[in-house]
Structures are given as C-alpha cells and as structure tokens.
Nanobody, 122 residues
C-alpha cells in the first residue's frame, strides 16, 4: 500500500481544513487508517484512526474538532479539521495498519505516507 497525503496549508486560528490520504492497492478496505502529527522538535503523535468497519478513535486533543472518515470506493481517508488552533501546526502523516487496536495500544504502522504541512496562524 502506498499512501499520499494532501490538503495541508496555511490557515488562521478557527478555520477549517480537510486533509486527504489517497492509497494505492486493492486491499485498502481491509486496513485501518489513521493520522499522526509531528510538530517541530517533537515526536510524532497520534491524532485519529478509523477501522475498516468505520469505527473511529481520536486523541483527546482533537475530540470534537477533528473528524476522520474513509471512502473505500476512492481508496481515500480524510481528516476534517475544524476550530484549528496554532498548536495544531505540524506535519500530518497518514498511516495504514492491519490491526486497528495498534492505533490506541501503540506500535508500528504497516505503511506510512509522506506528510503534509499544516500551519495555523494566530
């Protein structure tokens, strides 16, 4: 599975932004998909994940503001981000993992995409 994230940009605090992650491969629908972020000088951290069946899981910091979704017909996972804050500024990465539980238990992802930069100005 190859992953390509897009949709990042420069926005103002309070704005919304939607990230997309397009996947190649016919087995996309069998994978749980997720988003991570990495701020400058910090470690990569979990943002949100969605199972192959559509169950979603979020980091506490984004609950109520971010929504993850997937379109298996388009092999794409989305991250709708609302009420953005300057502290959301980071490079956002999408990932694919065969076991959904890995997203909340921790562990390595099967596949990573290249990141897309999100910058939120105050």
């Amino acid at each position: 599975v190859q992953l390509q994230a897009s949709g990042g940009g420069l926005v103002q605090a309070g704005d919304s932004l939607r990230l997309s992650c397009a996947a190649s491969g016919r087995t996309f629908k069998n994978y749980a998909m997720g988003w991570f972020l990495q701020a400058p000088g910090k470690e990569r951290e979990f943002v949100a994940a969605i199972s192959s069946g559509g169950s979603a899981y979020y980091a506490d910091s984004v609950k109520g503001r971010f929504t993850i979704s997937r379109d298996d017909a388009k092999n794409t996972v989305y991250l709708q981000m609302s009420s953005l804050k300057p502290e959301d500024t980071a490079v956002y990465y999408c990932a694919a993992e065969s076991q959904f539980s890995t997203f909340y238990r921790g562990g390595g992802m099967d596949y990573w995409g290249k990141g897309t930069q999100v910058t939120v100005s105050s």
